[in-house]
């Protein structure tokens, strides 16, 4: 079974440039997931999805922030415009189920964002 | 804002020693899981243990949830230099959806 796809793996921008990352979850994924992970911390959700509905983007930056999932299957995160302190991995999941069904989320390698 | 926090922050043992990491969280949950993560192979989805169990096993892992303290910790048995990796706990707060990361433990094991 393929994993969680992520593109691209790493970028390199200059603050107030804009970037986007992919996501593709594992095949049949209900529920997708997006986390910042800035360096020496745990992740951070960022916006979670149910099919292509929005369920919690509560700590979503929504003013430069924005996240789609178009036909419920793959998902974009853009970051416009981007700053210093953005600079992290981003990382992707998904889940055959919503969290609170109790079920483990699969990890995508993550994009590692630097902001210069 | 985080949920778990992770303690101890760094952990240094000789390859063969148990290995003790513990995480204490503040609201209610519906369950708890624990995730390793390493350089090679990103985050990886170790144990899930639901806030009506007391102890779970997997291979080489225990782990514990004592929800009167709101805290849990996971044991990792005959310790190997491959278990070198960062170690989470996460956990689903019994009113919201979303999924809180503490810290995390940095092990190391020595060979």
């Known amino acids: 079974e393929a994993g969680v796809a992520q593109s691209p793996r790493y970028k390199i921008i200059e603050k107030r440039q804009s970037v986007a990352f992919w996501c593709n979850p594992i095949?049949?994924?209900?529920?997708l997931y997006w986390y910042q992970q800035i360096l020496g911390q745990g992740p951070k959700l960022l916006i979670q999805f149910q099919n292509n509905g929005v369920v919690d983007d509560s700590q979503l930056p929504k003013d430069r922030f924005s996240a789609e999932r178009l036909k419920g299957v793959d998902s974009t995160l853009k970051i416009q415009p981007a700053k210093l302190e953005d600079s992290a991995v981003y990382l992707c999941?998904?889940?055959?189920?919503?969290?609170?069904?109790?079920?483990?989320?699969?990890f995508g390698p993550g994009t590692r964002l630097t902001v210069t | 804002s985080q949920q778990g926090e992770e303690d101890p922050q760094a952990l240094s043992i000789q390859e063969g020693e148990n290995a003790t990491m513990n995480c204490s969280y503040k609201t209610s949950i519906n369950n708890l899981q624990w995730y390793r993560q390493n350089s090679g192979r990103g985050l990886v989805h170790l144990i899930l243990i639901r806030s009506n169990e007391r102890e779970k096993h997997s291979g080489r892992l225990r782990v514990t949830l004592d929800t009167s303290k709101k805290s849990s910790s996971l044991l990792i048995t005959a310790s190997r230099a491959a278990d070198t990796a960062s170690y989470f706990c996460a956990t689903d707060p019994y009113n919201n959806n979303d999924m809180r990361f503490g810290a995390g433990t940095r092990l190391t094991v020595k060979p």
């Open positions: 999941a998904s889940s055959p189920h919503l969290w609170d069904s109790g079920y483990e989320q699969y």
């Open positions: 095949s049949g994924h209900a529920t």
